[in-house]
């Protein structure tokens, strides 16, 4: 039975030398196996295999334990073990119940895949949950069942071991690379896309890993690791670098601000007149990170771009915001593991959270909606005497980009191309009053 701490996780040179036993008996069927063709699939016994500690289900949660215990999981320690089990079972814990009936009923109908040294890349679910029927034997066991199976996990041994690198490709891939997949946490595949860059990958081949989000294209790939950038920085900046626990629910939001920081950089963001630098992208940077702490509603974030479009609205609540949020500092991390020597990271995180919400959070929110009512107030005052202002400021640019800009007869041409074509709207809008 596999027990953790009674002789269960196996070292991996012991669990390697019982799959090697087990792969000189019977196989039960076959399965195919990307990159290794068709394999032979084999009944283990529990004890010889353990989980992946890489496994993308709960990477985040891995991740925030590892900055904790400042080391990487292993699976070879009992400790991590009894973390990676509480991983897998709170995951989903809703359909656990009902997995666990339906392994009861009708065994294992898809075949896990598993290193000669017994990590599994696939089935890391079914294998947690088949610990949990056989050490609870008694509440599962029923006259017209027959539980003689659930003390084996079905599986393919490749004949090559892995490294770290190919571990992580193989799990993601078996996560995000077929259509038969489950739902997980969005904030998983950052870390991972994140992690395989790390290794060596490059952003087409991460793509291929995680090809039913991706399609294969890399510019995902590269939106997903600059969205990652961000939420790293938003974690230093709250003071809990490597707890991506707390990014939980936040994806849409980081989403936005990649977006926007964007459009504003390459200045297609549109109703800008005013002279943007760098400090003014980073204040609107380090404005949405405290709204992200506050755990924002995801649809009210699309109001940044309207009152940072413009300049006295924006510095007004930019002075406002960071005054209030440098008011009061909030303990560190540290600090609060002190006070709360029971609690997980996770949980201390959630309680430096509400802390922030409950000194910060009617105020903020008071600023917010504030320059949201005079954003929506300026997309009605927007007369057309006002669009003339606009259009001239405009032209005014126009004029002097013109006057400084290249000589170029192609490029030229393109532009006359484009005033004609102003003209003729502006002839049209001028029938229109005539």
């Not at 490749?158 to 190919?166: G, Y």
Request: charged share 35%; hydrophobic share 30%; proline share 2%.
């Amino acid at each position: 039975m596999a027990n953790i701490g009674e002789d269960f996780p196996k070292t991996r040179n012991a669990r390697q030398e019982k799959l090697a036993m087990i792969k000189k008996g019977k196989s039960i069927s076959t399965v195919k196996v990307p990159g290794h063709g068709v394999q032979n699939v084999y009944k283990i016994p529990l004890e010889y295999l353990s989980y992946n500690p890489y496994n993308t289900r709960f990477l985040a949660q891995a991740k925030t334990l590892e900055t904790r215990m400042g080391r990487e999981l292993s699976d070879e320690c009992p400790g991590d073990l009894q973390e990676i089990e509480k991983f897998i079972w709170e995951y989903k814990k809703d359909k656990n119940d009902n997995t666990i009936s339906s392994l009861i009923k009708e065994g294992q109908l898809q075949p896990g895949v598993v290193t000669p040294s017994g990590v599994i890349l696939s089935g890391n679910r079914r294998f947690r949950l088949l610990n949990e029927i056989q050490r609870n034997y008694k509440k599962y066991a029923k006259k017209e069942v027959n539980l003689h199976d659930i003390q084996y996990f079905e599986a393919a041994v490749l004949d090559t071991e892995l490294s770290n690198k190919e571990i992580r490709k193989y799990e993601s891939f078996y996560q995000y690379g077929n259509e038969d997949k489950v739902e997980y946490d969005p904030i998983q595949k950052y870390l991972a896309a994140n992690e395989q860059e790390k290794l060596g990958y490059s952003k087409k081949e991460i793509a291929d890993n995680f090809l039913t989000l991706t399609d294969g294209n890399e510019t995902k790939v590269t939106e997903w690791l600059a969205e990652f950038e961000l939420m790293d920085e938003y974690l230093g900046y709250i003071g809990e670098a490597g707890i991506y626990t707390a990014l939980e629910g936040r994806e849409e939001a980081f989403i936005n601000l990649y977006k926007t920081m964007k459009s504003f950089k390459q200045g297609s963001a549109g109703k800008e007149i005013w002279a943007i630098d760098e400090m003014d992208l980073e204040n609107l940077k380090f404005r949405y990170f405290d709204f992200i702490w506050l755990n924002k509603a995801t649809h009210e974030f699309r109001y940044f771009k309207r009152i940072f479009s413009y300049e006295k609205s924006w510095k007004d609540f930019n002075k406002k915001v960071k005054e209030c949020v440098n008011s009061t500092p909030i303990q560190s991390l540290d600090e609060y593991r002190e006070e709360h020597t029971n609690e997980t990271e996770s949980q201390i995180s959630q309680i430096r959270e509400n802390d922030y919400k409950n000194l910060f959070g009617n105020e903020l929110n008071d600023f917010f909606d504030e320059e949201k009512r005079n954003a929506d107030d300026r997309e009605i005052e927007e007369t057309p005497l006002k669009l003339i202002g606009q259009i001239e400021t405009k032209i005014t640019k126009l004029e002097e980009a013109i006057k400084n800009g290249s000589k170029d007869a192609s490029e030229n041409e393109k532009l006359l191309r484009g005033i004609e074509g102003l003209i003729s709207k502006i002839g049209q809008v001028k029938q229109r009053l005539d």
